[in-house]
């Protein structure tokens, strides 16, 4: 799928809005360009497929414009295009662990300004976490938009249970912090199970009967466990109880899952200079627009 322009201005609409929103404020009017993406994270897996996305497109096009740029500032002008030129709700965090890489707190301050802190671990706590963590993929897609909205109209209601959830999310996350940096995994994992349940009070449309039903027939391997993104579907983490990796990716791939490892990224987003593209590809990926 791919659409065609002799400008940005002329670009059809309706046909791939997200990457069009990117060209249209990054690409300058009388330049040329053939954008081609590609992803393996599947839509509605909660893994922040269109946040990464969003800072990659930002960062090729700063590479092939000349544009410089931090990886906070790449993060900030993706989220910015995701949340104001094309109003898509949610936060910024998708961004900002995708720009930056590695493991980073992130403290959101009121008026809307954005503090961020790569965490301090120990060679060990590293280890740990990347052997004992599994990313299961349920095919169980959720809808991150519908679900942003739906935490949205919650928050302003009366008695609504998304504000301590939220409160009690935050929570976790500082004692998580504390926990990893002083390399207590236990208590990493127990804010990590908090976390689940927390986000799973935001609204009804985070919890996930699948994912429940995952960690109950998974619960002789697991120890903790948090389902990704914005809930209702999609992936989920498990830590491991010592010794039980392997069986319980047997078993989460019996239940239907798609089973990944863990490896910690800590480049974040890069760029490099490829071949130049060829004639022949290029009238490829041009019919394919047509």
């Known amino acids: 799928m791919g659409v065609t322009a002799n400008t940005v201005s002329n670009l059809p609409k309706d046909r791939l809005d997200f990457l069009q929103a990117f060209v249209r404020r990054l690409v300058p009017p009388d330049e040329s360009i053939l954008l081609v993406t590609e992803s393996d994270v599947p839509a509605g897996a909660g893994l922040g497929g269109s ?22 500032e790449t993060a900030r002008i993706a989220n910015e295009i995701e949340r104001k030129d094309l109003g898509y709700p949610g936060g910024s965090q998708d961004s900002f662990a995708a720009a930056l890489g590695g493991i980073n707190k992130l403290e959101y301050t009121k008026g809307g300004g954005v503090a961020h802190r790569a965490l301090k671990l120990s060679n060990d706590t590293l280890m740990e976490l990347e052997h004992n963590s599994l990313m299961i993929y349920t095919s169980e897609a959720h809808v991150s938009g519908n679900i942003h909205q739906d935490i949205l109209d919650s928050y302003g209601m009366k008695d609504s249970t998304t ?12 004692s998580m912090e504390v926990a990893l940096e002083c390399g207590d995994m236990d208590g990493y994992i127990d804010n990590l199970n908090l976390s689940c349940e927390s986000l799973y009070r935001l609204h009804t449309s985070c919890d996930s009967i699948a994912h429940r039903k995952y960690c109950y027939d998974l619960e002789d391997h697991i120890l903790g466990r948090k389902t990704c993104g914005a809930g209702g579907g999609g992936g989920m983490v498990v830590y491991t109880k010592p010794g039980h990796r392997q069986a319980c990716m047997l078993r989460a791939r019996e239940l239907g899952g798609e089973v990944w490892p863990f490896t910690l990224d800590y480049k974040g987003v890069v760029t490099w200079l490829g071949k130049s593209t060829s004639k022949n590809f290029f009238e490829k990926i041009q019919s394919r627009c047509r």
């Open 51 to 72: 946040g990464a996305l969003g800072v990659a497109v930002v960062a090729a096009l700063d590479h092939a414009f000349g544009q410089k740029r931090t990886p906070s």
């Open 163 to 174: 504000f301590t959830a939220l409160l009690s999310l935050r929570d976790a996350a500082n």
